[in-house]
């Protein structure tokens, strides 16, 4: 069964600090791993697409990695904002289009102060 | 804005009554999703267009869920007869179909339902 597991379920942690939020999957066939931003009350946005041949990818203080082998992958948050408080939603994509996307519960970060 | 735009924002219904959604897409787009989220959940898909060609639709919950994009630009979901498990956010997606496998999908901000 195709299936996204993300941990922790939530995370608090204070302003300044990294962390790192992890999933794993066991979708096939594999397309692509991405990762989106979900604030409370919107819709998720995009963070980084990743293929099966890249295993890091940046968008600003978001790291993606992804290791293809053992199926899993990685968000690294660096010098968290109080911004950063939000839902991160790990999906993993069976074909080129979206209606193979296979989400993640998320997991919910929250930054204080 | 030119973003993903749906409307409306939220909705309360009773029970038995039917609900309509719409959703304005990025003008390029030529593809439309509908998704559902529950609660601690991710998005759940339900259905897909392409321009107005409605390419998926076997992941619609029951035949109390209709949706139709009849010009290829904005889209509507319908939902007859709610029930109170209908209650969730309903979320449209769109992209451009790029031949790619990094096809970028833009979320709107959804439609709160609330079945009492």
């Known amino acids: 069964k195709n299936q996204v597991e993300q941990s922790p379920q939530s995370l608090i942690i204070l302003e300044g600090k990294n962390c790192t939020l992890q999933c794993n999957y066991t979708v096939s066939p594999f397309s692509n791993l991405r990762w989106y931003k979900q604030d409370t009350g919107r819709g998720p946005v995009s963070l980084t697409i990743m293929t099966f041949s890249e295993n890091t990818k940046s968008n600003g203080r978001y790291t993606a990695t992804l290791d293809a082998d053992t199926k899993q992958s990685s968000l690294h948050i660096t010098a968290s904002q109080l911004s950063d408080s939000a839902s991160y939603i790990c999906?993993?994509?069976?074909?080129?289009?979206?209606?193979?996307?296979?989400f993640g519960k998320g997991t919910t970060l929250s930054v204080s102060s | 804005d030119t973003g993903v735009s749906q409307d409306p924002r939220h909705k309360i219904t009773k029970r038995g009554q039917n609900v309509t959604f719409r959703c304005d897409p990025i003008?390029?787009?030529?593809?439309l999703y509908w998704y559902r989220q529950t609660l601690g959940q991710g998005p759940e898909f339900l259905t897909y267009f392409q321009n107005e060609a409605q390419l998926e639709k076997s992941r619609l919950l029951s035949d109390r869920f209709s949706a139709e994009r009849p010009k290829g630009s904005f889209s509507t979901l319908e939902i007859q007869r709610t029930e109170q498990g209908d209650s969730a956010m309903y979320l449209c997606a769109s992209s451009l179909a790029s031949g790619t496998i990094n096809e970028k999908l833009f979320f709107g901000s959804g439609t709160q339902l609330s079945v009492l």
């Open positions: 003008s390029e787009h030529n593809r």
């Open positions: 999906v993993v994509s069976a074909d080129q289009a979206g209606t193979a996307l296979i």
